[in-house]
């Protein structure tokens, strides 16, 4: 199967998914969400297959976000049904896969790049990668499972600091805050993550599956959390500081918040 946005390859158990519209930065836009969705199910249904990297073509970005200039005009209901569709099609997919996914962080995971990280299973990142939440720029919140995964992974008062000041942080501060696993030399990101997905796949795939969902199940908690979301999310594209976020974005200019 080939797609426009994605470069998919797969050696001795491994499935690599690269996100590759590097003119954009890998921004996920409608097209490359549909296409990781496909290429997830296809991956999880293949027999010879037991854990997947996924990572961002070039070394500048693995995903800097979603595609601002796609949802720059939409209203509440399609900012709402935006954040649903694509946690429901690409995040809690590879939240809930039953096979091992791991982010090889190879530079920028912003907004949506970086939600995409935090639903795989495990992070590793380049030294040179930046990772942040820089919706509130924009008059947003993150829409992708954002809030509840970063708040249970690295704890309410780092999740607060990183979502409300929208600041990128360095790949050693990511691995201070236990928001990534390991953090190698660029040329070494991909090596890492293969060697960590080729212990896994020594070990018993059913018995990999079911700890898989047994971690996640722990998490059940958090439901209420990607729901409201989800909701306030819809409600920023309500907002005048939101159409002014967007556009200053999208005209290169600081925004008048
Ligand atoms: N959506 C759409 N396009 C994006 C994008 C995004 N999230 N992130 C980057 N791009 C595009 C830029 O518009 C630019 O396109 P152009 O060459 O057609 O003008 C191209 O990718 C390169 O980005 P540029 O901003 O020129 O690179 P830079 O090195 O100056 O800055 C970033 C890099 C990551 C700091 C900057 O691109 C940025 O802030 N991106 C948006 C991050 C963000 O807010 N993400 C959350 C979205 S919800």
């Known amino acids: 199967m080939t797609y426009q946005n994605l470069v998919i390859s797969s050696r001795s158990y491994i499935r690599h998914i690269v996100i590759a519209r590097e003119e954009k930065l890998n921004a ?3 097209q490359t969400l549909a296409a990781l969705h496909d ?5 999880l249904a293949a027999d010879t297959i037991r854990g997947i990297v996924l990572t961002g073509a ?3 970005a693995f995903v800097a976000g979603a595609d601002i200039s796609e949802f720059a005009n939409f209203d509440t209901a ?3 049904a935006l954040a649903y569709e694509g946690q429901t099609n690409v995040f809690d997919l590879i939240h809930n896969a039953g096979k091992p996914i791991i982010a090889a962080i190879n530079g920028y ?3 949506g790049g970086l939600e ?7 992070r590793v990142a380049a030294a040179s990668a930046k990772l942040g939440l820089p919706e509130t720029s924009l008059g947003l919140i993150p829409g992708y499972g954002g809030t509840p995964r970063l708040t249970q992974l690295i704890g309410r008062g780092r999740a607060m600091e990183m979502i409300l000041t929208g600041d990128m942080i360095s790949a050693n501060d990511a691995l201070e805050y236990g928001l990534v696993n390991h953090v190698v030399e660029p040329a070494d990101l991909l090596p890492k993550a293969e060697s960590i997905l080729q212990r896994i796949a020594s070990r018993s795939p059913t018995a990999v599956s079911a700890a898989i969902k047994a971690v ?6 958090v439901k209420r959390g990607f729901e409201t979301e989800i909701n306030l999310f819809g409600q920023c594209f309500g907002t005048g500081d939101f159409k002014d976020g967007v556009s200053a974005f999208l005209e290169n200019r600081k925004p008048n918040f």
Not at 216 to 221: I, P, V, W
């Open 216 to 221: 996640n199940a722990s998490l059940g908690s």
């Open 39 to 43: 290429a997830i199910i296809r991956a």
């Open 116 to 122: 995409l990280a935090l639903a795989c299973h495990i």
């Open 28 to 30: 996920l836009n409608k």
């Open 58 to 60: 070039g070394d500048k």
């Open 109 to 111: 995971a912003l907004g």
């Open 78 to 80: 399609q900012g709402r």
